[in-house]
Nanobody
Framework: QVQLAESGGGLVQAGGSLRLSCAAS????????MGWFRQAPGKERAFVGK????????YYADSVKGRFTISRDNAKNTVYLQMNSLKPEDTAVYYC??????????????WGQGTQVTVSS
């Protein structure tokens, strides 16, 4: 059974940092592109970024480029989302996903339960 478990969310002031982790089990982690998405209240789930299977390539949404960094440790079956210079508009539930995906949620096969990130002004 595939499981993705996010952790590291919380409440932070604007300008602060958080690091989210996503631990995977039940799949060959290194065979999957890993993506991060977020969903704010009343909005659709949105692409944040993704990392290639080897970790050699990353892509980010324009809204987070230069502030967020995705990395992965295939030995630990874990992907990370380092979020710096956080803004109130970054407030959302953050999800990790595994698949062969690109920028769209339907391209990912497995999803975590999400972790809440709240940025206060």
């Amino acid at each position: 059974q595939v499981q993705l478990a996010e952790s590291g969310g919380g409440l932070v002031q604007a300008g602060g940092s958080l690091r989210l982790s996503c631990a995977a089990s039940g799949l060959t982690f290194s065979s999957y592109t890993m993506g991060w998405f977020r969903q704010a209240p009343g909005k659709e789930r949105a692409f944040v970024g993704k990392i290639s299977r080897s970790g050699g390539m990353t892509y980010y949404a324009d809204s987070v480029k230069g502030r967020f960094t995705i990395s992965r440790d295939n030995a630990k079956n874990t992907v990370y989302l380092q979020m710096n210079s956080l803004k109130p508009e970054d407030t959302a539930v953050y999800y990790c996903a595994a698949g062969s995906g690109d920028y769209f949620s339907f391209q990912y096969d497995y999803w975590g339960q999400g972790t809440q990130v709240t940025v206060s002004s």
